[in-house]
């Protein structure tokens, strides 16, 4: 019963024909009928045919062919959707957050861009880069050249995708690729300028590797310097989809810029039942009294509380010396699945001396943390 033929699809000659090579060269076996065979060309309604077993796989490259035979679908329309922009090194961590921003982009309509930074090794004899981006410089040129070299490893990867996608663990997620030479936290930065993504998502190491690579943090400085939100995935965290999400801790400044920050993880997780807690720090130097403070806390409560009913909010405070022990405190009574950061951009010296709190949190935490340009 499961040989038998069935018909699924009947196109032209010519369209018949290449949907037959795309499913012929995925293993499925076809047949065209109702071919002229002394003017094949002017044929029509031509009918594709599969066996019944092949049906399943043969639904998900048909209904998603722009993603696993782009090359045989173009984009006529033009039209540019928005991107999740994600670096990937091809190691697990960075692999498992593009399996992330995949559902992230599919809950969004966004399509992917992934993008891979080499380093030209006439310019470095050796180079170890460290978090997202990594290359063993002397390996590749004993076989071929750095640039050949990183092509040939997204190409191998694009595939891999495509195959999830066919096999339906991967959400069928319209996605391109970009292989550039470059210092990788220069090469996401002058990307994300001109896509302008909806998000960057970067997959890091654990706490303890991150903080011994403190000066060299690629996914630290794209926090610091970049003008667009950055969701940090952790090699520990085991995350797939952001409805796994529900306790956020939102690092609240008391300023106006808490609720653009808001705004956008409502805007990014606005269907999910999320239980915010705002976790105040305050300023070294201020003048307000604790009074005053308490009052614009509490005020925003109430704003969240109005403008955000399906959110659960509540507050914290964190004491101005030992921010990352009380939130370590904080986490093991409540555990967190996600740190939110409103961040002012600073300049460098301002970064070395006085790190700001998503750069302090990036080195000491295994919690996805988006931070939110401000």
Known sequence: MEDRLITVAIHTYDHAVALKALLESEGIVVALQNVNLAHPVVASGVRVRIRERDLPLALRIIENIEIISPAQSPDKTGATSHKVLVPIDFSPHSTRAVYLAFHLAEQHKASIVLVHSFIDPYITDSMQLTDTLSYDVEETQEHITIEKEAQRQMRQFADRLRSKIKDGSLPPVKFTTEVVDGLPEDVINAMAKQIKPLLIVMGTR???????????????????????????????????????????????????????????????????????????????????????????????????????????????????????????????????????????KKNVLARLFNPGIAHRLLFRSDIPMIVIPV
Not at 291 to 301: H, Q
């Open 206 to 344: 654990g706490a303890g590797k991150k903080q011994r690579e403190l000066v060299g943090s690629v996914t630290a400085e794209v926090l610091d310097s970049c003008r667009w939100p950055v969701f940090t995935v952790p090699e520990s965290v085991t995350l797939e989809a952001s409805h796994e999400i529900r306790r956020v801790a939102f690092f609240a400044s008391l300023e106006q810029t808490d609720l653009l920050a808001l705004d956008l993880i409502y805007r990014l997780f606005g269907q999910e039942p999320l239980q915010v807690t705002l976790v105040y720090v305050p300023k070294r130097k201020t003048l307000e009294s604790a009074a005053s403070l308490e009052t614009r806390l509490t005020g925003l409560l109430d704003y969240c509380r109005t403008h955000y009913p399906a959110y659960d909010f509540k507050a914290e405070r964190l004491t101005l010396g030992n921010v990352e022990a009380d939130f370590d405190q904080l986490i093991a009574r409540e555990p967190i699945d996600l740190i939110a950061v409103p961040n002012k």
